[in-house]
C-alpha cells in the first residue's frame, strides 16, 4: 500500500509511506531468521528493538530530508546489512529446511529485482511497455508469495497433526 500511495502522489512525504512498510518488512524478516535458525528466543528479543531501529531510519531519513541533507545511511544500513547476514546465518545454523527454501527464494528475488530497479530506464527502452522498477515490484511480490506459502503449508501441517 504504501508504493502504491507513493506511485500516485509521488514525493518525499508519501515516499515514508513506501519506505516504512519496507523497514518494518526488513527488520521482522531478520528477526524471524534469527528466531528460525539460532534461538527463538533471540529472535523475539530482537523484534521490538530491530523494528523500532527500522522506523527510525526512515523517520531519520525524512528529518534529514527537511534539513537539507537526505542523510538515508540507517535505512541503507536496515535494508541491506539483513541481505548480508541473513545468507551467513543460513549457512552456519541449520535452519527448517521449509524454512531455508523460503528464504532463500525470497533473497534471490530481492536481488534479481534489485537489478531490474537500477536497469529500470534500460528495460523499459528494451520492452516499450514495462519499466525495471514495475518488475522489481513483481518479483518482490514474488518473494513475498514464497514466504506466504511456506507459512500456509506449515499451518496446513498444523491442522492435520
Known amino acids: ?21 519496507m523497514s518494518i518488512a ?3 524478516l531478520f528477526s524471524s531468521v534469527v528466531s528460525e535458525c539460532i534461538d527463538a528466543r533471540a529472535g523475539d528479543a530482537l523484534l521490538f528493538p530491530l523494528l523500532t531501529l527500522g ?12 534539513t537539507g541533507s537526505g542523510d538515508l545511511r540507517p535505512y541503507i544500513l536496515v535494508q ?3 541481505l548480508v547476514l541473513i545468507p551467513l546465518i543460513l549457512i552456519l ?6 524454512y531455508a527454501a523460503a528464504i532463500w527464494g525470497l533473497a534471490v528475488l530481492y536481488l534479481i529485482s534489485k537489478g531490474f530497479e537500477v536497469a529500470d530506464r534500460q528495460v523499459y527502452a528494451l520492452t516499450g511497455a514495462v519499466s ?4 522489481k515490484h513483481v518479483l518482490a511480490a514474488a518473494g513475498t ?5 511456506m507459512l500456509d503449508r506449515r499451518e496446513g501441517r498444523r491442522e492435520t497433526a
Open 1 to 21: 500500500m504504501g508504493s502504491m500511495y507513493y506511485h500516485l502522489e509521488p514525493a518525499n512525504s508519501s515516499l515514508v509511506w513506501d519506505r516504512l512498510p
Open 26 to 28: 526488513f527488520t521482522a
Open 55 to 66: 522506523i527510525f531510519s526512515v523517520l531519520f531519513w525524512a528529518w534529514t530530508e527537511q
Open 80 to 82: 541491506f546489512l539483513p
Open 93 to 98: 545454523y541449520r535452519p527448517p529446511r521449509d
Open 132 to 135: 525495471g522498477h514495475t518488475i
Open 145 to 149: 508469495g514464497l514466504i506466504a506459502a
